[in-house]
């Protein structure tokens, strides 16, 4: 199986904490060092009108150099809303969002995989931080629940980047600059793979016992783990209540790892050097462990 990205594969564009309340998601993740934006509300564009309509759907960000973490809470009961299925497992890592250069010819892909996703819609949010203001405008699809049982997945195209990735906001105490991999926890990979396989059109490598990795564009990584490969990656205690079958870790790039250390020791988080990553565990990190690299 090709270890390389095939032309056109999507990146990691973000990730997305729900919860039930927003400031105590907010108050977890700057213990961890991250500094965060301030809440606005999520907005989609009404297709007929191009009248902005909420999502009922309140976000702030932890932004990078590349890739964020989104920290969200919903304010309706609503079945139908998008992030309904997800929500009822509690709080946790609910949303993977890849980036894409073209939504409408992946989301024909997934089709053409027998996935089924929402159709392409455009998406917007106020941004007030930094120096440059004005709404941030996406578009994107979601596949269903049914494609998709471990978390959100859906595919984003930044329409105004410069306006989201603004330096201002990209500094963090902890120095992680970079969203580098996520993984998904499934019981068996090799039985997975082919749906993940139509999902970023990549095919996936093995990477040991248990690991499937599909390679995505800009040095990103979607990997598939079996419980016993993430207690192996991990440790015991850094996975010790992580759910099954869901989005559980991320991968994230720091400028000097002795200095995040340095910080998270020194902010009472339990962290572990576990060859050359700094393993934060899934109980300091709103449910996801959280591994950090130079």
């Known amino acids: 199986m090709s270890a390389v990205a095939t032309a056109g594969a999507p990146a990691l564009d973000h990730v997305g904490f729900v919860g039930s309340a927003l400031p105590r998601l907010e108050a977890a993740m700057r213990r961890l060092g991250f500094s965060t934006t301030a809440p606005r509300e999520l907005m989609r564009v009404d297709a007929a009108t191009g009248a902005p309509v909420s999502l009922q759907q309140w976000s702030c960000h932890a932004v990078f150099g590349r890739g964020y973490l989104e920290l969200s809470a919903v304010v309706t009961d609503d079945p139908g809303h998008h992030l309904a299925a997800y929500r009822a ?38 941004i007030e931080y930094g120096t440059r203001h004005g709404e941030a405008r996406f578009r994107w699809f979601m596949l269903q629940p049914q494609a998709s049982p471990e978390g959100l997945l859906c595919f984003a195209r930044n329409l105004t980047p410069a306006l989201v990735f603004q330096p201002e906001v990209s500094r963090h ?7 580098c991999e996520v993984v998904v926890q499934v019981e068996s ?37 079996s419980p016993q490969a993430l207690q ?25 790892l002795s200095a995040a250390e340095a910080w998270l020791r020194a902010a009472g988080v339990a962290c572990e050097r576990r060859g050359a990553e700094l393993v934060v565990p899934a109980r300091e990190a709103c449910g ?7």
Do not use: K, M, Y
């Open 173 to 179: 105490p902890n120095g992680v600059e970079a969203l």
């Open 288 to 294: 996801a462990v959280l591994a950090l690299r130079e």
């Open 189 to 225: 990979p090799a039985a997975a793979a082919a749906r993940f396989a139509g999902v970023t059109g990549v095919e996936p490598r093995a990477d040991g016992e248990g690991v499937l990795r599909f390679a995505l564009a800009g040095g990103d990584a979607l990997t598939l783990a």
């Open 89 to 126: 497992r509690g709080d946790g890592l609910h949303i993977l969002a890849l980036g894409s250069d073209d939504p409408d010819a992946d989301w024909r892909r997934c089709g053409a995989a027998g996935l089924p996703c929402t159709a392409p819609a455009d998406a917007s949010r106020r």
């Open 232 to 256: 192996r990656r991990f440790g015991d205690a850094a996975v010790q209540g992580v759910a099954r079958g869901r989005f559980v870790a991320l991968q994230l790039r720091v400028a000097q």
